[in-house]
């Protein structure tokens, strides 16, 4: 069993460069393709302004500037993907299904493109939502190398103003030097350990020696949130000293299509007195939950309907950063009304995020009742002390065997929290469904990434039906690069 298993994944392994060769040099004309030319989109440098100040970061734009996609289900997913940079790049389309090798994983799926080269894809849509793209090179994603990828399809009303918010991390210390500065680590800050505010300092690592002597109970008790310290919080590249102001229709529609993009940073989205109706969670829908604050964990998505009253005003879209008071946002004006200055700070810090929210979920399509063939449990495991990062203890390396699996499977992942920070687990190249929270069965949310709590365990479910080499990590960018990550494959 084992030699054939792993003869077959090394021959998988082996026909990757060519295959995704052939991928890059010839897009496909053939049954279900259309003659229309594919979407061009660049991999650039690009500049903005943060707090007053330059910032040089990364972007996907088409050549009508353009940011990302915004597509219909029922079109393929072409994509002629430039690389402008002067170094590798390549880019993830962050919950969709494709042909495994278009995933944009490098090392995983294919090599990245060179500077100066380019890419195509070419696969049907299976779904619609809001989904995202962005680099899975080095920690190009800091540098806001992200973009959203919206797919129309039947479900979306014509009568609603869609609005997006892409949300993000910003700081104006190298993403390399922020790396560096966590492994150096040192000493948790004492603001941490009582989970009062630390004081601010850009890419103050709070690992240190001082967690040996902590209790899980301890650490399940205060969680270890934002290990680097960001000098703004974005939404559709702002702040809220200027932030992007939307025009709306008083007693109109709007759908927000909200994108976490941050490379560590969860939020609770506020709505201050409207009532949102949450009606999709990383594209999928749910039966609908009314609230005005709503947890989103970093790469997930939330859908958000909203009727806008009648009365002329300004309605604030805002993010709050977990456990903290920084916040960031847009600003629906409806008919001219007056915008007042919304302060980079909430009055009140707000709490962790939780799985409150999570375990109301119901998916409006869940998968079909089945006992689970195979079972994994991925222990999700770390040091704080020099930032390392590992899945069942092991850092990611290349000579990690792929977990295994068999096509038409139905396959559990039990994700257990065995450290004091909380990790956004995604699984790439299938969408699962949440069916267990600390023990409770339950028909939770389709999605494509789920928040794993310190301390707690939470089991999905999927279907093997999209045979390949596959990424399963840590959505924390610097967790990633740390080492929690693995892959599974199948034929
Ligand atoms: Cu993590």
Excluded at 114 to 124: N, Q
Excluded at 159 to 186: C, H, N, R, W, Y
Excluded at 340 to 353: E, G, K, V, Y
Aim: hydrophobic letters at 40%; a positive charge; proline letters at 9%.
């Amino acid at each position: 069993m084992l030699s054939r298993r792993a003869f077959l994944l090394s021959t998988l392994a082996a026909s990757t460069a060519s295959t995704l060769a052939r991928a890059q040099t010839a897009p496909q004309t053939g049954a279900g393709g259309t003659s229309a030319a594919p979407t061009v989109l660049r991999i650039a440098r690009r500049g903005i302004e943060v707090n007053g100040k330059p910032a040089s970061v990364l972007g996907i734009r088409q050549p009508d500037g353009t940011f990302g996609i915004t597509t219909q289900v029922d079109k393929r997913f072409r994509v002629h993907l430039e690389n402008t940079l002067n170094e590798p790049s390549l880019i993830h389309w962050h919950g969709l299904t494709p042909p495994w090798q278009q995933d944009g994983v490098p090392g995983v799926s294919g090599p990245p493109i060179p500077p100066g080269g380019s890419a195509d894809y070419d696969f049907p849509l299976r779904f619609g939502g809001t989904f995202w793209m962005h680099s899975h090179q080095g920690l190009q994603e800091q540098l806001l190398l992200a973009a959203p990828l919206i797919i129309r399809d039947q479900r979306d009303r014509p009568d609603q103003q869609e609005v997006i918010v892409m949300l993000a991390d910003f700081s104006f210390t190298p993403p390399d030097q922020i790396f560096a500065g966590l492994k150096k680590g040192g000493s948790m800050s004492p603001g941490a350990m009582t989970g009062a505010a630390p004081a601010p300092a850009k890419a103050k690592g709070k690992a240190g020696g001082t967690m040996a002597g902590m209790t899980m109970g301890a650490m399940a008790a205060k969680p270890d949130l934002n290990d680097v310290k960001y000098d703004a919080f974005l939404a559709n590249d702002r702040t809220l000293g200027d932030p992007e102001v939307v025009k709306v229709e008083p007693g109109g529609r709007v759908l927000l299509r909200i994108i976490n993009s941050s490379s560590m940073s969860a939020f609770h989205v506020d709505l201050g007195p409207l009532d949102g109706e949450l009606i999709a969670v990383d594209g999928f829908r749910i039966a609908p939950v009314v609230a005005r604050r709503f947890p989103i964990a970093v790469a997930q998505r939330l859908d958000i309907r909203l009727a806008i009253p009648r009365a002329p005003a300004a309605y604030p879209v805002l993010a709050v950063l977990e456990g903290e008071s920084r916040q960031t946002g847009v600003i629906l004006q409806a008919r001219g009304a007056p915008i007042a200055r919304i302060p980079d700070n909430a009055s009140t810090a707000s709490p962790a995020l939780t799985l409150d929210l999570e375990r109301r979920l119901r998916a409006a399509g869940p998968l079909k009742p089945r006992k689970a063939d195979r079972v994994h449990t991925l222990n999700l495991t770390g040091e704080m002390a020099g930032y390392v990062w590992s899945i069942n203890n092991v850092a990611w390396n290349k000579d990690v065997p792929p977990l295994p699996l068999a096509a038409g499977e139905r396959v559990e992942l039990i994700f257990v929290n065995k450290t004091p920070m909380p990790h956004p687990m995604h699984l790439h190249g299938h969408e699962f469904q949440v069916v267990e929270i600390d023990g409770k069965r339950f028909s939770g949310a389709v999605r494509d990434t789920v928040l794993v709590p310190p301390g707690r365990r939470v089991v999905v479910a999927f279907d093997a039906n999209n045979p390949g080499l596959w990424a399963i990590h840590c959505h924390l960018l610097y967790h990633l690069d740390a080492g929690m990550f693995t892959t599974l494959g199948y034929v």
